[in-house]
C-alpha cells in the first residue's frame, strides 16, 4: 500500500490560515487522496478528498500538486476547535481491499489563541 | 440520526476474560469496520465487513473474532484478552453512494484497559 509522509506537529495561531502538507511519492493513478482529523478523545472525521483537482468544501481546501506526489490541507482561518491530528490518507479505489484506509501517525495541530 | 454507536464506553477486563464490543450503524450503510488505536499511534484496521454476511481480515486480525449480525451491526469478540489488547476500538461505517460512497463515519469508541 502506498504511504504518506507528514510532519509530526505544527503550530498555528488562532484565525490564521493553516497549510498541512502531506507526500506520498509513490501514489498510484488510482489511490484518492484522503483527510481525516481526529479531535480529542473523539473518533475520526472526514475532511475532504480528491483525485487529481483541487477540491474545496466549507471545512477545508485541498490542493494537489500537478505530479499528484504531494498535497496540502488548507484551513483557511483556524480556530480552537480546530486542534486535532489531521491524517492523510491514500485511498485505493481500483484494488481488492475495497479501499480501506490505512491511518498513520498523522500531524497534530496545536491552535494558540 | 444518531450515526454509529458503540457499546459499551469504558470496559476493564482481566487477562483471559471473554467480551464483546457491540457496533451499529443507523445510516443504512453497507461496510463496517473495526479499528484499534494505541496511544500515540493511528488506527490500525482489525476486520471489515464489506457486506451483510461477509467479514475479511484487516492488518491486526489476531486474538479477534467478528460477527456481522445484519446490516446494522458488527461486533467484535474477544474469546481470551491480554494486556495487549488494552487500546481504544473505533468502529466505522461507509455506504455505497452519494457522500458515503466517499466517507467513513466513526463511532465514539471504547476504551479496553485489559489488566
Known amino acids: 500500500d502506498a504511504k504518506t509522509t507528514q510532519p509530526n506537529s505544527m503550530e498555528s495561531n488562532e484565525e490564521e490560515p493553516v497549510h498541512l502538507p502531506c507526500n506520498h511519492s509513490?501514489?498510484?493513478?488510482?489511490?484518492?487522496i484522503h483527510w481525516y482529523r481526529q479531535l480529542p478523545s473523539q473518533g475520526p472525521e472526514y475532511v475532504i478528498h480528491g483525485l487529481t483537482s483541487n477540491v474545496n468544501n466549507r471545512m477545508a481546501s485541498l490542493a494537489i500538486a500537478e505530479d499528484r506526489k504531494s498535497s496540502t490541507l488548507i484551513l483557511h482561518r483556524a480556530t480552537l476547535r480546530d486542534a486535532a491530528v489531521y491524517y492523510c490518507?491514500?485511498?485505493?479505489?481500483?484494488?481488492?481491499?475495497?479501499?480501506?484506509?490505512?491511518f498513520g501517525k498523522g500531524t497534530k495541530l496545536s491552535v494558540k489563541p | 440520526n444518531a450515526g454509529v454507536t458503540q457499546t459499551p464506553k469504558f470496559q476493564v477486563l482481566k487477562t483471559g476474560q471473554s467480551m464483546t464490543l457491540q457496533c451499529a450503524q443507523d445510516m443504512n450503510h453497507n461496510s463496517m469496520y473495526w479499528y484499534r488505536q494505541d496511544p500515540g499511534m493511528g488506527l490500525r484496521l482489525i476486520y471489515y465487513?464489506?457486506?451483510?454476511?461477509?467479514?475479511d481480515k484487516g492488518e491486526v486480525p489476531n486474538g479477534y473474532n467478528v460477527s456481522r449480525l445484519n446490516k446494522r451491526e458488527f461486533s467484535l469478540r474477544l474469546e481470551s484478552a491480554a494486556p495487549s489488547q488494552t487500546s481504544v476500538y473505533f468502529c466505522?461505517?461507509?455506504?455505497?453512494?452519494?457522500?458515503?460512497?466517499?466517507?467513513?463515519?466513526f463511532g465514539p469508541g471504547t476504551r479496553l484497559t485489559v489488566l
Open positions: 466505522a461505517s461507509r455506504g455505497m453512494s452519494g457522500r458515503a460512497l466517499n466517507e467513513q463515519f
Open positions: 490518507i491514500l485511498r485505493d479505489v481500483g484494488g481488492g481491499s475495497q479501499g480501506n484506509l490505512i
Open positions: 465487513s464489506a457486506s451483510e454476511g461477509t467479514t
Open positions: 509513490t501514489i498510484s493513478g488510482t489511490d484518492y
